[in-house]
């Protein structure tokens, strides 16, 4: 029979349910042995499963002789099923450990592995990377995704409560909507088609039947340089809403950040602790600077930098400003810089647009979308943009669109700014990047 279905090697407990209530009790554990310790002839095991670990003692004379031969092949990373007894011991992790009367061998692990799983950096990125399923078995990865994980059910959670639906809307699609250089080219049957850079039009026609929609999923963005907060591959939270402006918007960021704060405070405190982080308040409000405002801040720090431009995050990163140490947003860029969906303010050169940021990392970008069909055809004309190519869009606004606005949050970001994580892919299971296609 194989072990894995084989009935009478079924775990019984795993690590979080066995206590020293539990002394003398025996019982079944399952998982992988994530370190072996050895002191004269008392080999310590660590045994790993979903919920944590417990520590195993093999010393001679306590084990059967039967397990003697099967001893050497225990090594790191290996699977295991331990029958044993539970003993009380001050002195282990957990105030308990296993005393093994049988165990077996579920899987061997054949090699040695370069990444060592206490460690919080350990071998170079790359190297983690190409193994990156044993690599997320360190503490160090299993504490952000968890996190990570989180972040995630949490923003359902509170779009939801905000009246906001759930929509998954088409990652083939046939134009543009965050500008040409970043797309990816596919052959979709004869045609060329390309991998979404954001859910935008879709979610915007969206309001028109459900009013208020989100949605988590992927983005595709073929950025051309290597930095550590850009990915090919990213997640993004998109929402939007209709009969709803920029300032209704920020406001809903704004509550959902404190939410989220609060939710990984509570539910991920052990992660927090095993990663060192305290996570301070957010401001709240947060900090609005309008675009022209910093721009004159900037120039007045002595930067070379002129209205119109966008702002780098090393240009921020210079300025000393306290307010800027926490979550703050940009208002009301340029409309020359955004997308041709972003609805101009009554001037016509700045729109009603934002940035959230966390320090000098941007976060999200949302606004208040063009909603007349006319205002649209021109923005898009004076983008040098083929409106035809838009056709599918633009026709939906004939029936009435609702005035609407929405953002799109990156989750990798937000996850930097709350894990303390300078790479980004650190924060991703698999990452994509110019580098990268594999695992
Ligand atoms: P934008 O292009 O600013 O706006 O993207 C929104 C957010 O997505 C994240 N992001 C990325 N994260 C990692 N790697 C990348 N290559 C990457 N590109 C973007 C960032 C960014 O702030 N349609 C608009 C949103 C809207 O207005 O609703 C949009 O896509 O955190």
Request: a neutral charge; charged letters at 30%.
């Amino acid at each position: 029979m194989d072990s894995s279905t084989d009935q009478t090697w079924k775990r019984t407990h795993y690590s979080k349910n066995i206590d020293t209530s539990m002394n003398g009790k025996g019982v079944i554990i399952v998982g992988w042995i994530s370190s072996i310790r050895e002191h004269s002839n008392i080999k310590f095991l660590t045994i790993n499963d979903r919920f944590g670990n417990i520590q195993v003692i093999l010393k001679k004379n306590e084990y059967p002789t039967s397990l003697t031969s099967e001893i050497p092949k225990i090594s790191e990373h290996a699977s295991i099923a331990i029958k044993g007894k539970v003993r009380s011991e001050p002195k282990a992790p957990n105030g308990i450990e296993i005393i093994p009367v049988d165990f077996k061998i579920l899987s061997l692990a054949n090699k040695k592995s370069p990444i060592v799983i206490q460690s919080r950096k350990g071998v170079g990125i790359d190297t983690r990377l190409d193994l990156r399923a044993i690599d997320l078995r360190r503490p160090y990865l299993q504490s952000i995704f968890s996190i990570r994980y989180t972040l995630l059910n949490s923003c359902r959670e509170f779009l939801r409560k905000e009246g906001f639906i759930e929509v998954n809307t088409p990652k083939i699609i046939s134009t543009a909507t965050e500008g040409g250089a970043t797309l990816f080219p596919i052959f979709y049957y004869d045609r060329e088609a390309f991998l979404t850079q954001s859910p935008q039009l879709y979610k915007e026609q969206l309001t028109m039947a459900f009013e208020n929609v989100f949605e988590i999923g992927p983005i595709f963005r073929a950025e051309p340089s290597r930095t550590n907060r850009h990915l090919s591959e990213a997640t993004s939270i998109d929402i939007e809403k209709a009969y709803a402006d920029y300032n209704d918007i920020m406001e809903i960021l704004e509550r959902m950040i404190h939410f989220l704060w609060d939710e990984v405070k509570d539910k991920n405190k052990l992660h927090l602790k095993y990663l060192k982080i305290e996570l301070p308040d957010p401001s709240f409000p947060f900090r609005r600077y309008r675009y022209s405002d910093l721009i004159e801040k900037l120039q007045n720090a002595g930067e070379s930098i002129d209205w119109g431009d966008d702002i780098s995050q090393q240009k921020l990163r210079n300025l000393d400003d306290n307010d800027m140490k926490n979550f703050y947003f940009i208002i009301d860029w340029p409309t020359s810089i955004k997308p041709f969906y972003v609805k101009p303010k009554s001037t016509g050169t700045e729109c009603e647009s934002f940035d959230l940021m966390y320090r000098n990392l941007e976060l999200s970008s949302g606004s208040t979308r063009i909603h007349d069909k006319q205002e649209l055809i021109e923005r898009m004309k004076k983008q040098g943009l083929n409106t035809d190519a838009f056709d599918f869009h633009l026709k939906v606004f004939d029936y009435g669109m609702p005035p609407h606005a929405g953002f799109g949050l990156g989750l990798e970001r937000l996850m930097m700014s709350m894990c303390n994580v300078d790479n980004i892919r650190d924060v991703v299971l698999f990452p994509r990047d110019i580098d990268r296609l594999s695992p």
